[in-house]
């Protein structure tokens, strides 16, 4: 069973130690930047979407955790209330932790919390190369609304 918790102050530089390389190696991956200019991105949209840390208005950080106490992962998502959804902008299980159910039962967790808040939709992006992710969004019931598509110019 997994419960969450919000993300403490404390436990935000301990977040973006995961988050920037894994956003950086995305961003690298999906957009043929170089690795240095994959991190400086990440760093920098990190930077101006949570300026505040966990203290940023509008958006949500939370621990997932398994047993009362054993941190498997993260989930940050920003709600809309005025369109009454959500949007994850990270969710992410340990690699140790995955293949136990914590990602689809994470997702069954918050969409009865943000159903008992009045919320009526999550949506998310998730990047094209990421199969695993694909996976566990299918089958808790996401579909496909649309496809982001980039090309580089001027190189």
Not at 64 to 70: A, E, F, P
Request: a negative charge; charged letters at 20%; proline letters at 3%.
């Amino acid at each position: 069973m997994i419960s969450f918790r919000p993300m403490r102050a404390d436990e935000y530089s301990a977040y973006l130690d995961y988050f920037i390389p894994d956003y950086a190696s995305e961003i690298a991956a999906n957009y043929g930047l170089s690795d240095a200019e994959a991190r400086a991105r990440a760093i920098s949209e990190t930077d101006e979407d949570l300026p505040q840390g966990v203290a940023t208005a509008g958006h949500v950080l939370l621990c997932i955790i398994s047993g009362g106490d054993t941190l498997v992962g993260y989930l940050w998502y920003r709600p809309d209330l005025a369109a009454r959804s959500a949007h994850i902008s990270d969710f992410h299980i340990f690699a140790g932790q995955q293949g136990k159910g914590y990602g689809k039962q994470a997702l069954v967790l918050l969409e009865a919390e943000l159903a008992g808040s009045g919320f009526t939709q999550i949506r998310l992006r998730v990047a094209g190369n990421n199969n695993r992710a694909k996976h566990v969004y299918d089958v808790s019931g996401f579909r496909v609304t649309g496809i982001n598509m980039s090309k580089s110019i001027g190189q």
